[in-house]
């Protein structure tokens, strides 16, 4: 029993502290001036408090599956973690192998960690070579975060992190991610071939809105953001406007449908 308990408090305060560092990460991350700055501040905030390694951020490309078209430093970006050769064998390999339903129905599930994707989707055969190459290149688990519908941070790890990352850790990781994409989005080169906003949305309007469609109540969106109540409602009072929506649920189905959020 003691020892539950300690585990509990440990996990508690590293909530704590992960929290403080990721709502840091949010306030400052306009101040950045590159994707590498931007990807390294937010891998500095989960690896300080978790096992967790930021692998990078992608932006999709209007014909789901177009691998032509992913360039590194224009619609991807890695992180200096990522191991050695990871990248090239996976851009070569997605050529033949890449299921775009497969991957996109994996990366909405934003609160799962690859391990517990793989046990819900039983990928076999073909559709298990991203998950080999990971082991192969010394990555255990990950966390994948998609972003208004346009782009994707990726996490990585060395070890299972179904019992190590919390529901409410999830939230806030994801949470600090998208305001990282956001960032990006503004520094990297246009390209009309790319997802871009249908509405300009603010960052704590579109990080409220995916906070909902997660099923997060407004005290844990407020949590997770540090924010108050009342100001979690006024964000998402203002998104519905801005999508000509009644209420909290026809404004997240009209994000959905319009591919800002997951």
């Given amino acids: 029993m003691t020892t539950v308990l300690k585990f509990e408090t440990s996990r508690s305060a590293a909530y704590t ?3 403080a560092g990721l709502i840091g990460y949010a306030d400052r991350v306009e101040e950045l001036r590159s994707a590498d700055a931007v990807l390294e501040e937010l891998h500095d905030v989960t690896t300080r408090h978790l096992p967790l390694s930021v692998l990078g951020a992608a932006r999709f490309p209007l014909k789901s599956g177009d691998w032509a078209s992913i360039e590194l430093g224009k619609l991807a970006f890695l992180h200096k973690s ?3 050769g990871w990248w090239e064998e996976y851009h070569a390999l997605a050529r033949g192998k890449f299921r775009p339903m497969l991957f996109l129905a994996a990366s909405s599930m934003a609160m799962h960690t690859w391990t517990e994707a793989r046990r819900m989707f039983q990928p076999i055969g073909v559709d298990n070579w991203t998950y080999d190459l990971a082991l192969k290149h010394g990555m255990r688990d990950g966390l994948t975060c998609p972003v208004g519908g346009r782009w994707v941070v990726g996490f990585w790890s060395r070890r299972d992190l179904s019992n190590l990352v919390t529901r409410q850790m999830r ?8 305001f990282g994409a956001l960032r ?3 520094l990297a080169v246009p390209d009309p071939n790319c997802i871009g906003p249908h509405v300009h949305l603010t960052p704590r309007e579109l990080a409220v809105l995916r906070l909902a469609a997660a099923g997060a109540t407004f005290r844990e969106a ?9 100001t ?3 964000h998402l009072k203002k998104a519905q406007s801005k999508l000509g929506a009644g ?5 997240v189905a009209e994000a959905l449908r319009q591919h800002l959020i997951p």
């Fill in 17 to 19: 502290d992960l929290q």
């Fill in 247 to 251: 209420n909290r649920t026809q404004a």
């Fill in 232 to 234: 979690v409602r006024s």
């Fill in 171 to 178: 939230i806030m990781i994801c949470a600090a991610a998208s």
């Fill in 222 to 230: 407020a949590e997770a953001l540090g924010l108050g109540d009342e």
């Fill in 184 to 186: 990006l989005e503004q």
């Fill in 82 to 84: 990522v191991p050695e």
